[in-house]
């Protein structure tokens, strides 16, 4: 008989991973990082109070001790890795993995060296940001990003129904619109670099639109669920059936 034991810091069991959020308000479609509908496994939430959209995206250190303090409560509630929903948040990914013994991954950014790994160093490696006046060449590196490939960094600031409904949180989203936006981006992206071999979707709002971006441009579109997916295949491996 499997015994098995009370965690005490737990309300509820069975979570694969658990997600530190911004404290931010919009609507989350699925395909959000945010939509627990998003996965083929359970997940848990906690927003880390204070650490608006805003401030993630401007640097925010001072969050480090109470991002830390959310993923321990995270690993006592039972979950197996951790992550976020704002790629911006690779710059806490140094404390949040030192805080715990579970795997994390808090940045899409994460991706970049890997995503590098399948491509010719003369392949340009594309990256559609939620503000790409924060997410710079800089930003990258000081969280460890760098990578031989050419970096193309374009921003979604600008585009009239992301920035009102995601950057401004003015309570509604309009998902036709901001697909246009990004296939825009997308498209515009790959006309001015003919040797563009992936692009990455950095915002946690954005892996809705990754499919439609991939059938305009024809190349590897990765997101942050692409991510997530990842680390908690590596977490649970599944028995193979079939015929030999």
């Known amino acids: 008989m499997t015994i098995y034991k009370t965690r005490r810091a737990a309300e509820s069991y069975g979570q694969a991973i658990g997600i530190l959020l911004l404290d931010a308000k919009a609507p989350f479609i699925p395909g959000d990082v945010a939509n627990a509908s998003t996965y083929a496994y359970p997940v848990i939430f906690k ?7 805003s401030v993630c995206l401007n640097g925010a250190p001072e969050f480090n001790a109470k991002l830390a303090e959310g993923a321990r409560e995270l690993e006592a509630a039972g979950v197996r890795g951790i992550s976020s929903d704002c790629g ?7 404390a949040v993995r030192e805080a715990v013994k579970v795997p994390v991954a808090m940045s899409s950014l994460l991706q970049i060296p890997m995503i590098a790994q399948t491509l010719d160093k003369s392949r340009s490696i594309g990256v559609i940001t939620a503000d790409s006046t924060n997410l710079t060449p800089d930003f990258l590196k000081r969280g460890g990003i760098n990578v031989p490939h050419k970096i193309v960094i374009r921003g979604m600031q600008d585009e009239p129904e992301f920035k009102t409904a995601v950057l401004e949180e003015k309570g ?12 825009r981006i997308a498209k515009d992206m790959v006309k001015k670099d003919k040797t563009m071999g992936a692009i990455l979707l950095e915002c946690s709002m954005l892996p809705p639109y990754a499919k439609a971006v991939q059938e305009a441009v024809e190349l590897p579109v990765y997101d942050f669920i692409s991510m997530i997916d990842y680390m908690e295949s590596g977490l649970h491996q599944r028995a193979y059936s079939g015929q030999y």
Do not use: H, K, Y
């Open 172 to 183: 509604t989203l309009d998902s036709d619109l901001i697909t246009e936006e990004a296939i």
């Open 47 to 53: 927003t880390v109070e204070g650490l608006s959209t």
């Open 88 to 94: 911006f948040m690779l710059q806490f990914q140094d």
